[in-house]
């Protein structure tokens, strides 16, 4: 039983708490929080590695008055337990669930959806300012902005710190600084902040000094001007003047998991004069010996036996995406110019076989999808065969340079575009349901999509020696068997000339046009519609841009109906590239499009949500039946 926890339901039942009894409840919540994920996994590295700062957080501010903005929002499970969902948490990106990110719709305390990393500061200085311009001294709020370390070092988290030091309106960044993103933190800036902790010269003088001055008297109001006046005497101690120099007031290094410091520290933050930095020094996976000794395997986990940290896996199945790393790696062997980029995405996008193999023309850019599409089009620019290994998700974030940089020059980077369609438990934020219809309108893009693993594999020689200009893969977030993924170390990589539409199942009375992964969905649903007495055809897409024309035009001959089903929304998909590049052969024909709506697609299973938008097998069976006997 959780003695304090199981009376928390709200930041004002946390309140009522005396100090002393929080290191009590941030143990409660590391135990309830490791049983939970433990049944049904979720972010776990991440979630023990924040309890502290979180309630430390809810402890000295008044959220939702008081603003709390979190980055990307998976570290955010201690902050639904005390605002009210603690007894949902066994839902967490289940069907119907709590959503594993802050969700506006479920509680006022989310006060923005956050599922990509770099946008807390924009949105803590908006409320900052905002606050600021209705001048209304009565109901003056805190601002904080909770930041983890490599999502500092965004692009987006730069440009908004250089503008909030220039306006200077008071609010505050708290830097969890866990020397991790997902994988390893890289980059200058986790030097920076490496070097700030192991500066013992600093360390020393800062505690000898504060024990000073608490012992004068008016030791609060010396201690005030003491920080004042450590800001400045930090910077020619530790020769790190970054933040001062974009305009704010730098506080730190602080032990993340000392919450009774934390909180004292942070209530003295209450009333800020000028943007602030806190900088806290957190440890992923903190308490559970097996996240802290791999907090990248333990970040996103599958249920696991909470004793052994073994995960409740069918060992023999492996995610897809473990495809491209062990195809490039083969490849690599005997062409000295391919290399792979990815934006701290090395495990998720299943490189590490590369990496291991090639680290030398393995590149990990950190978060900053930007730099990553624009670094990767100087490499082929340069003779090179660059191979950027990216979420659908996330390559929306460099779409600018992705026209600039890559096709507008028409310079050969190979875009390969992991967790394309939906993702299931990570929701409206991952699900790669767009990249179709923001890709396409781009000249020079050549782009394909696989129907099985062994196509995906295909694509990937055919990608290597493909020298028109930039071409692009997409493929789902998916599981494959073990005995599989080893046989690509063993197979022929045989060159591919060519990559074409191919039918899958002939028919008669009706042609269905499947996008990727989803011909398996169509061949079966034109099984089940064989056994009605129906016969349809599937034709399997692979190449969206260009499509093959002639292959597209000969199965349409003769029928009166045609179907198209994608794993992406029915707006800009492939069903509407179709409709209108064979708009004269669909004279006459019943044209109809299977794919997501105009709306965001929450989280859940991926097959529970392809059966609620009657993406299934069956439903498409039923529908086109329906149809056709209208």
């Not at 023990?48 to 809810?58: F, K, M, N, P």
């Not at 005995?483 to 045989?494: A, E, Q």
Request: hydrophobic share 40%; aromatic share 8%.
């Amino acid at each position: 039983m959780n003695q304090l926890l199981d009376h928390i339901e709200s930041p004002d039942d946390l309140k009522k708490l005396s100090i002393s009894d929080l290191p009590q409840l941030c143990d409660e919540i590391r135990g309830f929080m490791l049983h939970t994920l433990s049944q049904i996994g979720g972010h776990l590295s991440s979630n023990l590695g924040t309890i502290e700062l979180t309630v430390a957080l809810h402890y000295v501010f008044n959220s939702p008055i008081d603003r709390l903005v979190w980055d990307v929002g998976h570290q955010t499970y201690t902050h639904k337990i005390l605002t009210g969902r603690k007894n949902q948490l066994h839902t967490l990106r289940k069907t119907n669930g709590l959503s594993g990110f802050p969700k506006r719709e479920e509680s006022p305390h989310d006060l923005y959806n956050a599922g990509h990393a770099g946008n807390s500061i924009s949105l803590a200085m908006g409320e900052a300012v905002a606050r600021d311009l209705q001048a209304k001294s009565k109901n003056r709020f805190s601002v904080i902005s909770i930041i983890g370390d490599s999502s500092i070092a965004t692009g987006m988290a730069f440009e908004a710190m250089n503008h909030a030091g220039h306006l200077k309106n008071p609010f505050l960044v708290v830097l969890n600084d866990n020397e991790m993103s997902i994988s390893n933190s890289v980059g200058a800036l986790s030097y920076v902040l490496t070097s700030m902790i192991n500066t013992r010269l600093y360390r020393g003088w800062s505690r000898r000094c504060y024990k000073i001055v608490r012992m004068l008297p008016l030791g609060i109001i010396f201690e005030r001007l003491w920080m004042r006046f450590g800001s400045s005497m930090k910077s020619i101690i530790t020769d790190h003047q970054f933040f001062e120099e974009l305009g704010f007031r730098y506080l730190g290094p602080l032990d993340g998991h000392d919450v009774i410091k934390l909180v004292h520290m942070l209530d003295k933050l209450k009333n800020l004069e000028t943007p602030t930095l806190l900088h806290v020094v957190t440890r992923k996976g903190k308490g559970y010996k097996q996240a802290e000794e791999n907090p990248t395997l333990y970040h996103g986990v599958a249920p696991f036996e909470q004793s052994t940290g073994l995960i409740r896996v069918n060992v023999q199945e492996r995610a897809i995406s473990e495809i491209v790393g062990e195809t490039l790696a083969a490849l690599a062997q005997t062409d000295q110019q391919i290399c792979v980029i990815t934006p701290a995405m090395k495990e998720g996008s299943g490189l590490t076989s590369f990496a291991d193999s090639f680290p030398h023309r393995f590149f990990d850019t950190g978060i900053s999808e930007q730099h990553a599409t624009t670094f990767s089009a100087a490499l082929a620019r340069s003779g090179f065969k660059p191979f950027l290994c990216i979420y659908s998700t996330f390559l929306q974030r460099s779409y600018d340079q992705l026209i600039h940089d890559i096709a507008l020059m028409n310079v050969p980077v190979r875009l390969i575009i992991d967790r394309a369609g939906v993702v299931g438990g990570d929701g409206e934020t991952h699900q790669g349901l767009l990249d179709i219809s923001y890709m396409y309108p781009i000249p020079n893009l050549h782009m394909l999509s696989p129907s099985n693993p062994e196509e995906l594999i295909e694509m990937l020689v055919f990608a290597s020696s493909y020298t028109s200009g930039p071409i692009s893969i997409r493929f789902p977030k998916r599981q494959i068997l073990d005995d599989f993924l080893k046989s690509v170390k063993t197979m022929n990589l045989k060159p591919v000339k060519k990559i074409t539409s191919k039918v899958l199942r002939k028919g008669v009375d009706l042609v269905i046009f499947a996008e990727g992964f989803m011909a398996q969905t169509a061949t079966d649903a034109a099984a089940i519609l064989q056994n009605q007495g129906i016969s349809a055809e599937v034709v399997a897409l692979r190449s969206i841009k260009p499509l093959n024309i002639s292959t597209l035009s000969k199965s349409l001959n003769g029928k009166r109906f045609a179907f198209s089903i994608e794993d992406h929304y029915q707006a800009g998909g492939v069903g509407s590239i179709i409709e209108s590049e064979l708009s004269q052969k669909l004279k006459g024909v019943s044209f109809h499009k299977f794919g997501y709506p105009d709306k965001f697609i929450g989280h859940g299973t991926i097959s529970d949500i392809q059966k609620k938008h009657r993406l299934d097998a069956v439903s498409i069976a039923t529908v086109i039946k329906q149809i056709i006997q209208e």
